[in-house]
């Protein structure tokens, strides 16, 4: 059973995605560093952050609405990354390595709430919705 967000392998994964970004994107030329490497930050924080709030929120329906706005944030930094390669600011092996990560978090966020909806279901003798 969790107890709590910080024993989500999804939630330690997506942290230390953010941890890299932050890492990799100070190296971004100083005038990026307030626009495009910001707004990376910011994507990458996010996802950690949406499943920490969803799952302290005690509901279910909360915990999946802020997995959602997780993998959206994924999606928003996958975008963030691509348009870094194509400037030059990350390499190609540098970009597959973070679509590697934002892939797999994704699809464990997928995962989690396919058995969040399950266990709703459940509780309220229907059929899964997915």
């Given at each position: ?114 058995s969040l ?14």
């Open positions: 059973m969790v107890k709590n967000y910080r024993d989500l392998m999804v939630w330690q994964k997506s942290v230390k995605l953010a941890e890299d970004i932050f890492r990799v994107s100070q190296s971004f030329p100083r005038e990026q560093l307030y626009v495009l490497a910001s707004q990376m930050q910011r994507s990458a924080l996010s996802v950690p952050s949406n499943i920490a709030e969803g799952r302290s929120r005690h509901s279910e329906k909360d915990f999946i609405y802020h997995l959602n706005i997780g993998r959206g944030s994924l999606a928003e930094l996958e975008t963030q990354i691509t348009i870094a390669c194509r400037l030059g600011f990350l390499s190609e092996k540098e970009k597959n390595i973070f679509f590697s990560k934002t892939e797999e978090i994704t699809k464990m966020l997928h995962g989690l709430k396919t909806n399950k266990e709703k279901a459940k509780t309220y003798n229907l059929n899964p919705v997915n």
